[in-house]
């Protein structure tokens, strides 16, 4: 019971828990929707082995749209607080599932060597494993190199799901290609030994791994 010497609290003062957001959201939506796009994309891509311009112009499109729903979703989020646990996880799936469909679409009509496609492939899903394993020693953020190799893969990548054949100087649009996914594998094997090194050092210097060896000395002792 209240009383005069004990006053009932402010409710101004009183700080009020501010629920999390919900995973029913725009920026999510978004996500999924790029997620959704991938067979789209695919099959515009490879339709009738991938001979017919029209179908090319239409995958490129596609591709271009989900690439930009990634940076909307992204801002929207940040902006307008809906960052949720979903969002952290379907987001980096939605866009190696865009990127990785591509190189191996490329990669069976015949426009992108094999050997690219497993290096790409290899080093984007070993990342994210990689965080994934090291995420209760910390958080890895994104670098500006991961930056300049997604804006390199997607130029790359949006030159040659393009009909170039049927360009006028058709040899020197594929050479622009060529040497654009040239830089952009280059950049996403460095990039993802940089991440490497740094998730090992995370290991071995976070606070939990401290604590670990702090409690296997104090059995020693």
Known sequence: MLSESSPAPDPIATPVAVPPPS???IANALTVARILLVPVYAWLLLFDGGDRPGMRWAAA?????????????????????????????ADPIA????????????SVLGELPWWVTVVVLVREWGV?????????????????GGKVKTTLQFFGLLLLTLPLASFS?????ATVADV?????????????????????RLRQTSERSAMKRARRAARQG
């Open 128 to 144: 994210t494993v990689l965080r994934f394993f090291v995420i209760r020693h910390g958080v890895m953020p994104a670098g500006r």
């Open 23 to 25: 995973s029913w959201n």
């Open 169 to 173: 100087g058709a040899d020197t649009w």
């Open 95 to 106: 866009d190696k599932t865009l990127m990785g469909m591509a190189f191996v679409g490329l």
């Open 61 to 89: 499109g596609v591709f271009v749209v989900a690439t930009l729903t990634d940076r909307v979703d992204g801002e929207l989020a940040r902006r307008r607080g809906l960052i949720t646990n979903f969002g952290k996880i």
């Open 180 to 200: 654009i996914l040239g830089l952009a594998v280059t950049v996403t094997v460095v990039t993802g030994l940089d991440i490497a090194v740094k998730a090992l």
